[in-house]
């Protein structure tokens, strides 16, 4: 393999991550700035103040893992940065910034799918060979695919409505969570996490949907529905108001929580069974990956555990920090498309070229 250097960026979202890598796998610097806090507070991330807080923040952020590789622009060989999928507005300040660099010091661009990005995380911490089953979730999407080369996927099934992290969010911020002190920094993910560990399942009409679907697709708005009734009946037979929690709310995170795991569980399930009918994935290769922010999540990793464990299959989560958003993700993608001289756009080109 080529060696290298490549600088990452990731704005898709509301988090500005910058990093910098070697073929190695070695994280040389690295730099984040989060708007969780203020997307909490907001209820969800709003475009033009994630974009104005990424314009605000990227020259810092990339000069700040620079700083920390001891290093300047000049010794790197190319800038990789998330072009798709994501908040339009967010994305075009990386974009932007990364071509800005490219054509000020005459360094190729390597455009990056966000996605793509969350599953090749698994391959910094160990090697793992293609093809593999990968599960993608987050605040954005729910997918399950089989990587079949760092830029070969197959769709398998994906969400026909919320991401699973969308619907945590919704329902922390409907529970109000953000009022009780020890949840106030967290994600809603992370609150439902902490909130659930302290209830239990016992809300038995969230129930997990598609079960009767021979198909590998999510639903996440049907618990979000049934959750959001059940906030609603109990607000008014306690005569709730305020910041005040409804009584049972750490039960109903552990029910929502629960209902989620056991539908990312059967759809797993699925998903592995028709890799094996089509014989999509060699009886060597029996691994699953999982990734993106709500694969931070104990109690859905310990039951994708015991899935893997019964079929038989390896599971790879990559540390909870390089599960969210990161410029790490973005750098190591970027290493992956140079070695093997995919999309590496050089900066003369970068005007012709409408970048995806
Ligand atoms: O991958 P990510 O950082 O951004 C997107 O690409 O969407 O994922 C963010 C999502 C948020 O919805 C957040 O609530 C969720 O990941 N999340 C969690 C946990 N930590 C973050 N969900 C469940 N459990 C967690 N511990
Ligand atoms: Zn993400």
Redesign the pocket.
Known sequence: HKSCVILGIET????TGCAVMNNKGEILGEALNSQTNITVEMGGVMPLLAKELHEKNIENVVNKALEAANMSVNDIDAVAVTTKP?ILLSLSVGKNYGKKICREYEKPFIPIH?MQA?TLTARIVQPIEFPFLTLL?????SLLAIAQSPVKYLLLGQSFND????A??KL?RRLKLRFVPEFSN?????S??RAARKGYPVVDYIVPPLLGYRDCNFSFSGMKQRATQHILKMEEKHDIMGSTLIPDAYDLCASFLHTMTTHLCQRVQRAIKFAELQKLIPSDRRVLVV????A???Y?RQGLEIVCRELDYKLVVPP?KL???NGVMIAWNGVEKFRLGIDVISSDKLESIDIE
């Open positions: 898709s979202c509301d988090d994501g966000h969350h979730i987050s605040g954005g999407h991401a699973p992290g969308e945590l969010d922390a967290c994600s809603g993910g992370e439902i996490e990734s993106g922010g709500v931070c999540n104990s859905i909870p599960c969210t958003d």
